[in-house]
T-cell receptor, first 115, second 111 residues
Framework: ETGVTQTPRHLVMGMTNKKSLKCEQH?????MYWYKQSAKKPLELMFV???????ENNSVPSRFSPECPNSSHLFLHLHTLQPEDSALYLC??????????????FGEGSRLTVL | DQQVKQNSPSLSVQEGRISILNCDYT??????FLWYKKYPAEGPTFLIS?????DKNEDGRFTVFLNKSAKHLSLHIVPSQPGDSAVYFC??????????FGDGTTLTVKP
């Protein structure tokens, strides 16, 4: 089992669809993150959960809705997205937000295309 | 305002030579710096880090140098190998644990 697993790896959706991205970590970490990577842009932090509580929302539009039912699972619910939302969405985890070295453990990403 | 910048989008190096990847930052509150490596179709993986109280950290072929006065850090890879070809991201952390990433530099090591 890899440390951080994301599904699906690829997703194509229309602007009126509702879909979800899933992330699962098997590392016993307490902090989980969603990042967005668009072409030729730095990784952008979207959301942070620490001990299942959302601690950061980086001004993300409401068409992205995160859910963290427990410390091992993180979802990103997608609704009425725009073509410019097409990007690689990366999930990451760390032992605890603000503690230790801050090293993040990333999943392989979900490549999203919005038509 | 981008707080972490990697001004070289790409770098090409001959196998066996040194690769030097650079990163500049503007926020003096950053106190920890990390380098990540990313292969295509994979997530970034942690490579090496340095605390702001140090100016050098070495791990095998990888050395990170930090110049706090210049707000500059660099990653040296020597000797470079074809398997090092990847995108390298620099990241800076505040003491609250918030990571800010650079744009990335694509390194190509030619055999």
């Amino acid at each position: 089992e890899t440390g951080v697993t994301q599904t699906p790896r690829h997703l194509v959706m229309g602007m009126t669809n509702k879909k979800s991205l899933k992330c699962e970590q098997h590392l016993g970490h307490n902090a989980m993150y969603w990042y967005k990577q668009s072409a030729k842009k730095p990784l952008e932090l979207m959301f942070v959960y620490n001990f299942k509580e959302q601690t950061e929302n980086n001004s993300v539009p409401s068409r992205f809705s995160p859910e963290c039912p427990n410390s091992s699972h993180l979802f990103l619910h997608l609704h009425t997205l725009q073509p410019e939302d097409s990007a690689l969405y990366l999930c990451a985890s760390s032992p605890d937000r603000g503690q230790g070295t801050g090293e993040l453990f990333f999943g392989e990403g979900s490549r999203l295309t919005v038509l | 305002d981008q707080q972490v910048k990697q001004n070289s989008p790409s770098l090409s190096v001959q196998e066996g030579r040194i690769s030097i990847l650079n990163c500049d930052y503007t926020n003096s509150m950053f106190d920890y710096f990390l380098w990540y490596k990313k292969y295509p179709a994979e997530g970034p993986t942690f490579l090496i880090s340095i605390s702001s109280i140090k100016d050098k950290n070495e791990d095998g072929r990888f050395t990170v140098f930090l110049n706090k006065s210049a707000k500059h850090l660099s990653l040296h890879i020597v000797p470079s190998q074809p398997g090092d070809s990847a995108v390298y991201f620099c990241a800076a952390l505040t003491n609250a644990g918030k990571s800010t990433f650079g744009d990335g530099t694509t390194l190509t090591v030619k055999p």
